[in-house]
T-cell receptor, first 114, second 112 residues
Framework: DGGITQSPKYLFRKEGQNVTLSCEQN?????MYWYRQDPGQGLRLIYY???????QKGDIAEGYSVSREKKESFPLTVTSAQKNPTAFYLC?????????????FGPGTRLLVL | AQSVTQPDIHITVSEGASLELRCNYS??????LFWYVQSPGQGLQLLLK??????LVQGIKGFEAEFKRSQSSFNLRKPSVHWSDAAEYFC??????????FGKGTTLSVSS
């Protein structure tokens, strides 16, 4: 089945630790996105990538890093510089062409700080 | 600045009653418009979208939305709400080559 997978479902981070959230898609989509969701805040864009080996910062990129070495993968690293990482993280992807504005979402990863 | 406003943070509707969720946007041109639904702890599911043409669009699960250019609105409606519709609903806008801008969401509760 085609879709977007995110792992793990829950992730725990210790103080000063970097953690990486996985996002994989087998939809052959060109663009991929990372959002952070906090209660009452909606979705805020962290990073996005329109093609392989290229990505742009979103509204809240500080304390995060990404890579896009393969079309199907867009991992997000939450670094120790992100002082308030507890949130629900959503990955999305979109196809090329006119429908490229339609984003399809993974199931999310909840990050908690120990 | 580009923005999306969902004025209602929380709405409670009786089962079987009609529903309207409001969405207003501020954008330089007419954007593409979307409604997504999210169940607790889950990702977002696309309900419907408007790109052009007929301003009344039909979506999944019996939802529809109407684009009103003069009001910069894209309100979501359903004639008869079911208990399973309880969820959080997000309105979003975007253009070619840009990421979507999301509203802060409206939580729908359904009472019996």
């Amino acid at each position: 089945d085609g879709g977007i997978t995110q792992s793990p479902k829950y992730l725990f981070r210790k103080e000063g630790q970097n953690v990486t959230l996985s996002c994989e898609q087998n939809l052959n989509h060109d663009a991929m996105y990372w959002y952070r969701q906090d209660p009452g805040q909606g979705l805020r864009l962290i990073y996005y990538s329109q093609i392989v080996n290229d990505f742009q910062k979103g509204d809240i990129a500080e304390g995060y890093s990404v890579s896009r070495e393969k079309k199907e993968s867009f991992p997000l690293t939450v670094t120790s510089a992100q002082k308030n990482p507890t949130a629900f993280y959503l990955c999305a992807s979109s196809p090329p062409g006119l429908a490229g504005e339609t984003q399809y979402f993974g199931p999310g990863t909840r990050l908690l700080v120990l | 600045a580009q923005s999306v406003t969902q004025p209602d943070i929380h709405i409670t509707v009786s089962e079987g009653a009609s529903l309207e969720l409001r969405c207003n946007y501020s954008y330089g041109a007419t954007p593409y418009l979307f409604w997504y639904v999210q169940s607790p702890g889950q990702g977002l599911q696309l309900l419907l979208k408007y790109f052009s043409g007929d301003t009344l669009v039909q979506g999944i699960k019996g939802f529809e939305a109407e684009f009103k250019r003069s009001q910069s609105s894209f309100n979501l409606r359903k004639p008869s709400v079911h208990w399973s519709d309880a969820a959080e609903y997000f309105c979003a806008v975007g253009m070619t080559g840009t990421a979507l801008i999301f509203g802060k969401g409206t939580t729908l509760s359904v009472s019996s």
